[in-house]
């Protein structure tokens, strides 16, 4: 499967964006898709995850109760609402896709990426 991100941009801190990530091909339901970001000399981190018909929604605690992750299987789209937003939300966002939802919030777990977006938090 191929994922490309979109969706990022400056933002003052406090407000909000949605990143979306679109996949190609015709198994996206077959897929636990998730979020990932990166900031400058740091590791990717898990940001969010969602399981294959969206039953179930995982987040990172730093974005509890700001984050949203849903997914639409018909548009094979996995979207991140960002609600909130602090200037330690800046990072490179990545969308991700995995067949298995074991050891989800470790990177390496992961099969499938897409290029990333930035998102920038600043006044």
């Known amino acids: 499967v191929q994922l490309q991100a979109s969706g990022g941009g400056l933002v003052q801190p406090g407000g909000s964006l949605r990143l979306s990530c679109a996949a190609s091909g015709r198994t996206f339901s077959s897929y636990v898709m998730g979020w990932f970001r990166q900031a400058p000399g740091k590791e990717r981190e898990f940001v969010a995850g969602?399981?294959?018909?969206?039953?179930?929604?995982y987040y990172a605690d730093s974005v509890k109760g700001r984050f949203t992750i849903s997914r639409d299987n018909a548009k094979n789209t996995v979207y991140l609402q960002m609600n909130s937003l602090k200037p330690e939300d800046t990072a490179v966002y990545y969308c991700?896709?995995?067949?298995?939802?074991?050891?989800?919030?470790?990177?390496?777990?992961?099969?499938?990426w897409g290029q990333g977006t930035l998102v920038t938090v600043s006044s």
């Open positions: 991700a896709a995995t067949s298995s939802i074991a050891a989800l919030r470790s990177w390496r777990q992961w099969d499938y």
């Open positions: 969602i399981t294959w018909r969206g039953s179930s929604t």
